[in-house]
């Protein structure tokens, strides 16, 4: 028997225990560039100074203005848990500073090479400390600005695992602009600067949280802000909300801070979002900047590694007063839906010019014309003619275009088979040729995701099929055995989408339409790294896009020719908000993404009215498709309703 003490359970050493730390800590450059941010905006300083080298992969400096330290503090800050922060568990129950927990710095040190640079107002020279893999290289005198600087290189060089899990430099640079937005939006009373390998990307001095946002976002969001401000005992709110016109399909416009802290919390953004109800289109997300104002000793904030969770005593009262404080700003702006009950948008006509002479419209009617009555079953099958409204020349010229391509035939048969009986159903028009249409049929309490399964395809085909608009968003149409409701937007979207895919790589090539007049965009700097990343699979598209000197603007030159007549900035916004959505996934998704916000954005939009052969091209150009039912989201293009599911309607 051995007598001897054993014993399994060991002290890890100090590096790695740092190093586990650091897994919780410092997930990637970003994560560095907020921590060190963090403890500069402790120091007290007014300008922070941020240069990043390769996203942050290979340099990392933060520079700021503040108090600085003396030799002690400048070498033992990097020790666990060191802080200047807390002395007891009470002062945990009053935070008010922003780095509290002292594993930061020696979470960093241990996977990365840190140079830390300081000196106090009070003292004639500084220090200098080089930690590298937890451990102190150098300690010792050095000449240098007041303040700190701090400058973090090779991230993760000890672990190459971690780093071999980092993204493309584009998206490791979006995180790095996200969390010095999130700084720079909490504190718009100080100076921040951030440039990247070398090229200034934001210069934001001090001044007011509106100039803070608009120097972030653009000059167009001036006008999309609107104020809120609640005082109570429990909570102080102040901040913007975006006006409901201007939201977006995907996330990342939406900034809740706690006593000047970032945080993520779910009931806080659902009310909201309530406060939005009937302003916003389902699956929109509003931009808002608020601060709430809390008693330090009423919230928790360490409940997060990255701090970016926080409990509140009284998380009931405060969801209640942001809800009725952001309906208020909204109705004391006058931000509500438009209600005009006397203008019908179908015949909405232009006031004549001066000096123009009006004549009396010319109607002809066809006497003959029965919309229910086949070719064959006598009488006149002649359809309404086909008079070009309004922007419809150019949708017509491109699917006349696009007819020329050897898919003709096939699309002319796919609608064929489509727009006839099911085997074995009776032939309506034939044995009711001679009835009249009823006035008026209404579509209502139909969801078209219950819809009955497409009828089988097979038999003859009407060319002078009856075919119009209902509400300006969808096409009714009918076959033999029902009727057929098309969302115009989502089925031309699914056309696009796949003719598209369809193209080949020396197709695409030839695909750009340059502008006459090139558009410049004004998209901020996170949105022109998104757009950098994806470069590739844009200009394979057809954009011609160009980043300008001006930071956060780019040059539009050309557009897919399939979409040459859209708004570039309306085409530009649409890929922003699939690539938003897409996130971190490899370049085949990012592409696919990217052709489905350019087929979204060229569509023609629901509520525009649209011509019989504008209809027929939609119609014709979706039964054509692979996949008619479903847009690129799953969502569905029709509705079909046989002659049960009409007549359950009388039943």
Excluded at 334 to 356: N, R, W, Y
Aim: proline letters at 5%.
């Amino acid at each position: 028997m051995n007598t001897a003490t054993e014993t399994s359970i060991q002290r890890l050493p100090e590096h790695v225990a740092n190093q586990i730390a650091a897994g919780e800590v410092v997930q990637r450059p970003a994560s560095v560039v907020k921590e060190l941010m963090e403890n500069a905006l402790d120091a007290g300083a007014q300008k922070i100074v941020v240069e990043l080298k390769d996203a942050g992969r290979n340099k990392i400096v933060v520079a700021d203005d503040g108090k600085g330290m003396g030799p002690g503090d400048a070498e033992a800050c990097f020790g666990r848990h060191a802080t200047s922060k807390l002395r007891d568990t009470d002062d945990l129950l009053s935070l008010a500073t922003m780095g509290f927990r002292g594993e930061a710095l020696a979470s960093i040190a241990s996977i990365a090479r840190v140079e830390l640079r300081t000196r106090r107002a009070d003292d004639a020279e500084g220090v200098e400390v080089v930690m590298e893999g937890g451990a102190c290289q150098s300690n010792g005198p050095v000449v240098c600005d007041m303040g700190t600087r701090m400058t973090v290189k090779r991230l993760f060089y000890n672990v190459p695992a971690r780093r071999n899990f980092l993204k493309s430099d584009q998206v490791e640079l979006r995180h790095c602009i996200d969390e010095f937005q999130r700084v720079a939006l909490a504190h718009a009373d100080l100076s921040f600067v951030l440039r990247h390998n070398g090229s200034e990307m934001f210069d934001l001095p001090a001044g007011s949280l509106r100039q803070r946002i608009v120097r972030i976002f653009g000059g167009k969001y001036d006008e999309r802000l609107v104020p809120v401000e609640e005082r109570t005992d429990v909570v102080g709110l102040t901040g913007f909300v975006g006006k409901p016109e201007f939201a977006r399909r995907t996330r990342g416009e939406q900034f809740l801070f706690v006593n000047g802290r970032f945080i993520r919390h779910g009931a806080f953004h659902g009310a909201v979002m309530r406060s939005m109800e009937g302003l916003l289109t389902p699956g929109q997300f509003p931009l808002y900047v608020l601060f709430l104002e809390v008693d330090p000793s009423r919230v928790d904030v360490n409940i997060h590694p990255t701090k970016v969770e926080a409990k509140f005593q009284e998380d009931r009262v405060i969801v209640a007063i942001l809800q009725a404080a952001v309906k208020r700003a909204l109705g004391r702006f006058h931000v509500a839906p438009s209600l005009d009950f006397d203008t019908e948008t179908a015949f909405d006509i232009a006031p004549p010019k001066p000096g123009q002479a009006v004549g009396e419209p010319q109607i002809q009617l066809d006497p003959n014309y029965n919309p229910f009555r086949t070719a064959g079953s006598g009488g006149s099958g002649q359809g309404p003619s086909k008079t070009a409204s309004s922007g419809g020349a150019s949708f017509t010229q491109q699917r006349q275009s696009a007819l020329r391509h050897d898919r003709n035939s096939e699309r002319i048969e796919a609608t064929r088979r489509f727009f006839e009986s099911a085997p074995g159903s009776t032939d309506a028009t034939s044995s009711q040729g001679d009835a009249q249409p009823p006035e008026r049929l209404v579509f209502s309490e139909v969801n078209a995701l219950d819809a009955v399964p497409l009828p089988t395809m097979g038999g003859g085909f009407d060319d002078q099929r009856p075919l119009f608009q209902l509400f300006g968003g969808w096409i009714v149409t009918a076959t033999r055995s029902g009727l057929v409701l098309v969302d115009q937007h989502r089925a031309h979207t699914r056309i696009l989408y796949e003719r598209f895919a369809g193209m080949t790589q020396q197709a695409l090539t030839g695909h750009t339409q340059q502008l006459l007049f090139p558009a410049v965009l004004e998209v901020g700097q996170a949105d022109c790294a998104l757009l950098e990343s994806a470069f590739s699979a844009l200009e394979a598209l057809g954009f011609n896009i160009e980043l300008m000197d001006e930071p956060g603007c780019i040059q539009v030159l050309g557009l897919p020719s399939d979409a040459a007549e859209g708004d570039p900035a309306a085409l530009v916004d649409a890929v922003l908000e699939e690539l938003r959505e897409a996130g971190e996934v490899d370049a085949e998704l990012r592409a696919s993404r990217a052709m489905a916000g350019v087929a979204r954005g060229a569509a023609i939009p629901s509520g525009r009215t649209l011509t019989r052969a504008e209809m027929l091209d939609v119609v014709d150009g979706l039964f054509a498709c692979q996949e008619p039912d479903r847009d690129p989201w799953g969502r569905a293009t029709l509705a079909t309703f046989d002659r049960d599911a009409v007549a359950a309607r009388f039943s």
